[in-house]
């Protein structure tokens, strides 16, 4: 079993800059690809970023490419979601997630087995 605790979100106006942590326990994520997801009121969970086991390739959506920065320490079992230019839209809550082993495409919900329980972000114009 692995637990997901998420922090560093808040409030930051347009324009501003948030790194949110996500801290593993329970067991090692050093041999897991990891992402982050992001869910606004009303809408479906979605794919913001993610990031191989060794860190070595990373994947964002179009939205929050070249704005997002993913990276990991394995050492301290963490990953990290560096957010800049931030926009009222970028809204929701953020949740980073561990991917099963063997799994499917890395932007797809199913592919993740564990999930934190979200740390809130919002950003006014």
């Known amino acids: 079993q692995v637990h997901l605790v998420e922090s560093g979100g808040g409030l930051v106006q347009a324009g501003g800059s948030l790194r949110l942590s996500c801290a593993a326990s329970?067991?090692?994520?050093?041999?897991?690809?990891m992402a982050w997801f992001r869910q606004a009121p009303g809408k479906e969970r979605e794919f913001v970023a993610a990031?191989?086991?060794?860190?070595?390739?990373?994947y964002y959506a179009d939205s929050v490419k070249e704005l997002f920065t993913i990276s990991r320490d394995n050492a301290k079992n963490t990953v990290y979601l560096q957010m800049n230019s931030l926009k009222p839209t970028d809204t929701a809550v953020y949740y980073c997630?561990?991917?099963?082993?063997?799994?499917?495409?890395?932007?797809?919900?199913?592919?993740?087995?564990?999930w934190g329980h979200g740390t809130q972000v919002t950003v006014s114009s």
């Open positions: 997630a561990v991917r099963r082993l063997g799994s499917g495409i890395y932007y797809s919900i199913n592919s993740y087995q564990y």
């Open positions: 990031i191989t086991r060794n860190g070595g390739i990373t």
């Open positions: 329970g067991r090692t994520v050093g041999n897991r690809d």
